[in-house]
């Protein structure tokens, strides 16, 4: 879908551009928008790379322990009946991390192995259990301390201070968790009840 997206701004932008005659402020943004992608993919490849490589040192040095017993409180109250010391909890701790360090891309291989456990564990195979539902909306209000990616997207553009917006990030996902979180249980209430009735 997002390839048409993107495909129908690019002909509306070579149309109206030949209809007004700025063919060449068109073709100027192509090639400086080009170079401009390419230097901001580096840019953010750096910042993954230094974040992803310290994610792999805390791993290999057994801190990934560490940090699955200092979530196990809150993996025990959004995760009911789930082992703190599982393979699925070590997988959902490192999400968390990743995410509360800002390295979405780095969250997303232990993501998909969370899913893959979690999926392991589920009874009901053709459909998702609540734990990862559970999972889905904790990982995507993503609660972050650090904002990296944004931080380094601001310091790349001239930001004087790139983690000011770190309050504002804090608020919106930590709000994003919340709201998310009731509704997974008001909803999985519901559906409880109805199952209940249906019997």
């Not at 170079?35 to 992803?52: D, I, K, Q, R, Y």
């Not at 990743?98 to 195979?125: H, S, V, Y």
Request: hydrophobic letters at 50%; glycine letters at 8%; charged letters at 15%.
């Amino acid at each position: 879908m997002m390839n048409y997206v993107w495909g129908g701004l690019i002909l509306v932008s070579i149309v109206f551009g030949a209809c007004t005659g700025h063919m060449q402020q068109v073709t100027e943004a192509v090639y400086s928008g080009g170079a401009a992608a390419v230097e901001m993919t580096l840019t953010l490849a750096a910042v993954m790379m230094v974040w992803g490589g310290l994610m792999q040192v805390a791993e290999r040095a057994g801190l990934t322990g560490l940090i699955s017993r200092a979530l196990s409180p809150l993996l025990r109250l959004l995760f009911p009946g789930m082992d703190p010391k599982s393979s699925a909890a070590r997988a959902i701790s490192m999400n968390v991390s990743a995410n509360l360090l800002g390295l979405g891309n780095a969250a997303t291989p232990f993501g998909m192995e969370a899913m893959r456990r979690l999926q392991e564990e589920n009874p009901l195979k053709d459909t998702a259990s609540r734990n990862m539902i559970t999972f889905v909306v904790l990982n995507t209000a993503s609660i972050q301390l650090i904002p990296t990616t944004i931080a380094g997207l601001r310091a790349k553009y001239g930001s004087a201070n790139p983690m000011d917006i770190m309050p504002a990030v804090w608020l919106v996902s930590l709000s994003a968790l919340i709201v998310g979180q009731v509704l997974n249980r008001l909803l999985a209430a519901r559906a409880e009840r109805r199952a209940r009735i249906c019997r």
